[in-house]
Nanobody
Framework: QGQLVESGGGSVQAGGSLRLSCKAS????????MGWFRQAPGKVREGVGV????????YYADAVKGRFIISQDNAKNTVYLLMRSLKPEDTGMYYC??????????????????WGQGTQVTVSS
């Protein structure tokens, strides 16, 4: 039902860009709050940003606002995370998540959230 597959991670130097993709099953994608999370070694998982697939509204964490952009392609059931001006502190495992909860905000997760397998992003100084 709720399948999510991320791709696009890799290694980049500070100041560079990467684009992550999250392809979702139709069930997970429709009218969902689709979010990106990240987790650095030894740190708790944090929300990066979200997009409500039913209307395209986006919200971002302060740490990435102005540098990261989330977008969607309804024909492909896919959301993207374009990361620009990357910093070493952006390093971590990035996860895609899909939630239906009647609200949508950065970091939203519930017991019914669907998760992708994660993709590693490494930013070197």
């Amino acid at each position: 039902q709720g399948q999510l597959v991320e791709s696009g991670g890799g290694s980049v130097q500070a100041g560079g860009s990467l684009r992550l993709s999250c392809k979702a099953s139709q069930y997970a994608y429709d009218s969902a709050c689709m979010g990106w999370f990240r987790q650095a070694p030894g740190k708790v998982r944090e929300g990066v940003g979200v997009i409500y697939t039913g209307g395209g509204q986006t919200y971002y964490a302060d740490a990435v606002k102005g540098r990261f952009i989330i977008s969607q392609d309804n024909a492909k059931n896919t959301v993207y995370l374009l990361m620009r001006s990357l910093k070493p502190e952006d390093t971590g495992m990035y996860y895609c998540a899909a939630t239906r909860a009647g609200v949508c905000y950065t970091g939203l997760e519930t017991e019914s959230t669907y998760w992708g397998q994660g993709t590693q992003v490494t930013v070197s100084s």
